[in-house]
């Protein structure tokens, strides 16, 4: 035994926030990083929200190289030797300072992005991002090395770490973003990032003047066997690791897709995900898990019933409501016994490194498996049922599985009653399957008896909240019965998912003119309808919803009948293809979206024949519209549709004062701009009417409403803007609608491409 286990150990309260500032500012580095680059690099794809996701991969992936880095560095060599490489590392980093994307990045227009963002990432933030991933284990391990009193334990540090992450995700939308341009946000965060390596230097100076700690020979025995390593135990950490972090992935995208696709909702999901880091790793997890545990079946009830199998009765706000609360519940409890079954810190880096390795498995399930092998969003109800599977309880039959019974879910079992229900199960697959395979009408017409049954066999299942795998199968047999029900009730002809969405065509049935039912398609993107097309021979050129005769298009292209005959007409965003039936034989159209798909479907008569029927010759130009029409020849057009904003997942660099500038270039002089404004959750028109004004631009606004009951003729806002006043004039003074001018705000700062703020547009 050495001399210095036998001295009395450190307890400065000095050493502590030392490693725990470190840690702190590294966290917050990071994740104030994701997103400034995340928003860096939302233009060049069209503000999809796969970017956040493939982002996140990135982040994992890198985090996890980091996680492995300091492993392999703690365990392999003296802490003298690891300063020096690690140090060497630091200064190698900064290389890559000032932060910067590589020059002439332009992403693929024939190919899916993901790999295309992934190198870009790693090209210009790969390095730092690199050593900021590495602190976290590594500065824990240093810490069970420099003889304080609580080096025993480092694993309370981690909560230092997640809350720089929690407040960083939170200040960067609310705080920083709202008054930081981009550029200085890099700049800050490259003094940041030297203040991280000065704070790493100080915990390197520490550890290395701290004498080398040798623990008594008995006690390495007894932790070596309470902590044994197995390969059971390795992979319940990965697993308990893995579904959470899927999870979240899932809940992000299936918010976006099948509830709302509200600008900066990824954040509560991410939040609460940090937040159940901060939790359990705190002092109060011994007392908060059991509760967790107790409380999730009790709230799984209501969930399944309200959220899966009769969700038409409820508002998109408690839709959403519901399912954070049951991700609280499902992270809580998996990190809760990850928390719970943390080994001593001769196996830190071990325990971070399958962690880390669990958070980038899950991130790249989601982003290169879920979406080639799924048409939807289904890897979020997966995970959700993987999740009751990790649930404590009478697992007998899983290897290293937990064996006890949490208090509380012992009460009012039968042992006769929980087999019973467990056998239920596999049964029910197999009806389901039968259901499914029958004809739909027949299925429709006991929807309601079908969606009572499945609530009470919800109920049932609270029984078998102790015995985690009949209680995920009969659950996860529900929601998926569920989620097909549904489906064959929403009538879809066709879905797909690609790096931009779901894609939906549906087929619905309206009452015509004369009171008789009529069939028509929809476009569906998420939530959002990107189109509808009537059906009838006489009516398929008919444009509906917002581009109908009636609206603002209409109304533009009436009173200009006479002097369009031979414009040259470009639009982006493509929807169905319904403003392509405003077009005449010696106009020119070039047609600008960002997804392939959406031409596919856009250009299938069998959905819609806008396309096929009005400008078949029509030029079509896939990518970025902003890369697009920088592409174009100056004064080539003389009327410019935007309809890109109506999904919320905003391409905010096609509303900034340079992109209006552009647009404007590519304009003839008396050319005309309109701006699709309809939007749920922004208020567009007030990044408009400053940017106007700000270039002195003309501008109309039109927030119409019809005024009859006309099918598939929807509310809808447009703006019009051009480069003298002359030139909107004959629409102004025009009977044919209520265009205004529009109003002028002074409350918030022009939008450009170094600063844009969707919080202060929220409506």
Known sequence: MSHHSEAAPNRNLSMIFLFAATLFTSASLMFVLQPLFGKILLPLLGGSPAVWNTCMVFYQSILFLGYLYAHYLSTRYSQHRQIQIHTALIL??????????????????????????????????????????????????????????????????????????????????????????????????????????????????????????????????????????????????????????????GLTNFISTDIASVPLLWIIPLTIYLLSFVIVFSKWNDKIHPLMVKLQ????????????????????????????????????????????????????TTFYLIMSFAGMLGGMFNTFVAPFIFNAVYEYPLMIIAALMLRPGRMTNLPGA?????????????????????????????????????????????????????????????????????YALMNGVIIFLALSLHGLSSHTLYQQRTFFGVLA????????????????????????????????????????????????????????????????????????????????????WTLYEIDPLVVDIAGNPAYFSYLSQCTPNAEMRIGDARLSLEKEPDQHFDLLIMDAFSSDSVPTHLLTKEALELYF???????????????????????????????????????????????????????VMAKHAETLEPLRLSRLGKWQKMPLYFDMKPWTDDFTNIVSIWK
């Open 92 to 249: 190698l980093s900064f290389l890559a300072l000032p932060l910067a994307l590589p020059e002439n990045t332009t992403p693929p227009t024939d190919s899916n992005p993901t790999f295309w963002l992934l190198w870009t990432l790693f090209l210009a933030i790969g390095l730092p991002f690199f050593v900021v991933s590495t602190t976290a284990p590594l500065i824990q391990k240093w810490f069970a090395h420099v003889g304080h009193h609580t080096s025993h334990d480092p694993y309370y540090l981690y909560a230092a770490s997640n809350t720089g992450s929690l407040i960083a995700l939170l200040s960067y939308p609310f705080l920083l973003e709202p008054n930081i341009g981009l550029a200085n946000q890099k700049s800050y965060w490259s003094i940041g990032y030297l203040l991280l390596c000065l704070l790493i230097a100080t915990c390197a100076f520490v550890l290395w003047k701290s004498r080398p700690i040798t623990e008594p020979h008995e006690d390495v025995n007894v932790i070596s066997n309470k902590n044994n390593l197995s390969l059971a135990t390795k992979l319940h950490w990965l697993a308990l690791a893995f579904v959470p972090s899927s999870l979240l992935l």
């Open 665 to 719: 270039k590519k304009l003839k002089p008396n050319g005309i701009l309109a701006f699709h404004m309809t939007n749920r959750h922004l208020s567009l028109k007030k990044v408009l009417s400053i940017n106007a004004e700000a270039l002195h631009l003309a501008s109309l606004i039109q927030e119409f409403k019809p005024q009859q009951n006309i099918p598939l003729v929807v509310a809808t806002d447009w703006v």
């Open 505 to 588: 065509v549906r087929e619905a049935v309206l009452t015509d003119e004369q009171g008789k039912p009529e069939g028509y398609h929809e476009l569906f993107h998420g939530t959002t309808k990107h189109g509808a097309q009537r059906l009838a021979a006489n009516l398929s050129r008919i444009p509906l919803t917002y581009y109908s005769r009636p609206g603002p298009m209409g109304q533009l292209f009436k009173e200009y009948d006479n002097n369009d005959q031979t414009w040259n007409i470009g639009v982006v965003g493509l929807g169905a293809g319904a403003l392509a039936c405003y077009a005449k034989d010696q106009q020119n």
């Open 297 to 348: 079946p009790i709230f799984l009830l209501p969930f399944i019933a309200y959220a899966f199998i009769n969700p038409a009765d409820l508002p998109y706000w408690a839709y959403l409501i519901f399912h954070l609360i049951a991700f609280f519940f499902a992270v809580m409890v998996c990190h809760g016994e990850l928390a719970k079954r943390r080994p001593h810190t001769r196996h830190l």
């Open 402 to 470: 937990n064996l006890h019974l949490p208090e509380g879910c012992r009460a009012g079992q039968s042992g006769m009653i929980s087999p019973l229900l467990q056998i239920i199960a596999p049964v029910l697959l197999v009806i389901a399957g039968i259901i499914i395979q029958t004809r739909v009408a027949d299925l429709l017409q006991h929807f309601d008896i079908i969606v009572i049954s499945l609530i009470g066999l919800t109920i049932l299942t609270y029984l078998l909240r102790a015995r985690p795998v009949g």
